[in-house]
């Protein structure tokens, strides 16, 4: 038998959060190693639970969820979903208009798979978080990275993606709350990518699965409900706000001008019956979840326990020598500059490996989110704060070393 190669539509597509360096870790893991994970934001690894309302009501309906389900989703979830986005002030929404996923990173792939024909193009942030690249890439798109500014606490950089515009593009990728800077857009921000969209007829895809968790009492916009006309997929869902990665429980919502986007729909009701349904048990927990107690203030409040490890977490970083960080509103990560002067870094993966080797410590480069300097890397500060405190002192004294080379 000759050997088997992959397909070619897998030329382009990188996903590095789970990469060369995760394969480095787990080989070391089996030599024995001891190794503190900051690398992915898999939040029930941490001991934060799940709310329990949430479990045990999953757990009551277990014998109804042996079935599969209307392949956009059974009718309590997403009913409750359109009372979400009725709170968050998108109009318009009916529960036709509503998909629930395993994960939001099955409708990722899902919506960029019906929409994109050969080298059409997506205007995705840098940094990203990597599926949108990967997902449009996979569908045989091009993504194009618009570039997010540091200096301006990590806003989207308007007059970059107008320059990016062109005859292919089909639509503008918008993660926020970003991951991974921790920004959340400001109304002029938001209304101006609005703007963008309507005048040149792109579609909106806004990722928002990290709007319940918001440090200083930030308020979050949903893109969505700034326009009735633009058309604008919404994503969301439990692994973050409810700490529940693994019941795949996420949804997407389509609102703007419908009519317009018909044969689209047309395409993605095609593409969610094929996978027959999403999760049925996770989907039994959205309208717990949607409409309970909402604990995830509890953690990202004052003295809570995200919040204080976020606060940690800035203040070692920011405290090494040659390295800053806009401190994030929201979400679970730092994106922690390297000053180039002090750590000429050349290749970011070659640097979080070499970290990995010698401290044990395993992040994220720079690049894994398509950020286009050697310069950047991820921190996830979901630990508790003892082992933040030893991990970001390892990495203080990795990069001391370095400074002295
Ligand atoms: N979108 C963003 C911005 C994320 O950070 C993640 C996971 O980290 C996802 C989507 C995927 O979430 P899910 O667990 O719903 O597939």
New binding site residues.
């Given amino acids: 038998m000759k050997p088997i190669q992959k397909s070619k539509k897998l030329d382009n597509v990188c996903y590095d959060i789970r990469g060369p360096v995760l394969e480095l870790a787990q080989r070391m893991e089996e030599e024995g190693h001891k190794i503190i994970k900051l690398n992915i ?1 898999n939040v029930g690894v941490f001991g934060f639970d799940p709310p329990e309302e949430i479990q045990l009501d999953m757990i009551r309906n277990l014998s109804n969820a042996s079935a599969y389900s209307d392949s956009k989703g059974i009718f309590a979830a997403r009913k409750a979903i359109m009372q979400y986005c009725q709170e968050k002030g998108i109009q318009g929404v009916a529960l036709d208009d509503v998909y629930t996923g395993n ?4 409708l ?1 792939v899902l919506s960029m798979n019906a929409l994109l024909n050969d080298g059409d193009e997506v205007l995705v942030p840098a940094p990203d ?1 990597p ?1 949108w690249t990967a997902a449009v890439s996979l569908s045989s798109g091009t993504p194009v990275h618009y570039l997010c500014d540091e200096s301006k606490d990590w806003a989207p950089d308007l007059n970059d993606l107008r320059k990016k515009i062109t005859p292919r593009t089909k639509a503008i990728v918008v ?1 926020n709350p970003n ?1 991974p800077t921790g920004a959340i857009y400001s109304k002029e921000v938001l209304l101006e990518m609005v703007k963008i969209a309507r005048e040149h007829g792109l579609i909106l895809f806004a ?1 928002e ?2 709007d319940k968790m918001l440090y200083d009492a930030e308020k979050h916009i949903s893109l969505a409900s700034l326009s009735t006309d633009v058309v604008t997929i919404t ?1 969301n ?1 439990l ?2 706000n409810y700490r529940s ?1 693994g019941y ?1 429980a ?1 949804w997407m919502v389509v609102s703007g001008d419908k009519e317009m986007v018909r044969d689209y729909i047309e395409g993605l009701n095609m593409l969610a019956s094929m996978r027959l349904c999403a999760n049925v048990p996770g989907q039994y927990a959205i309208q717990t979840a949607l409409g309970g107690y909402q604990s995830i203030d509890d953690l990202v409040g004052e003295g809570g326990r995200l919040a204080k490890q976020r606060d940690l977490a800035w203040k070692l970083i920011t405290a090494i020598p040659g390295v800053t960080c806009v401190k994030p509103k929201s ?1 679970l990560y730092l994106f922690p500059k390297l000053d180039p002067e002090v750590y000429p870094i050349k290749d970011d993966q070659q640097f979080v490996a070499d970290l990995l080797k010698e401290e044990k410590v395993l992040l994220v480069q720079g690049s894994g989110f398509n950020w286009g300097k050697p310069d950047h890397f991820r921190v996830v500060f979901l630990p508790h704060e003892d082992v933040l405190t030893e991990a970001i002192g390892r990495l203080a004294r990795f990069l001391e070393r370095y400074r002295n080379k």
């Fill in positions: 934001g994960g939001v990173s099955e990722i978080y599926l993660i991951n990722d699965i990290y994503f869902g692994s973050k990665c795949r996420g979400a």
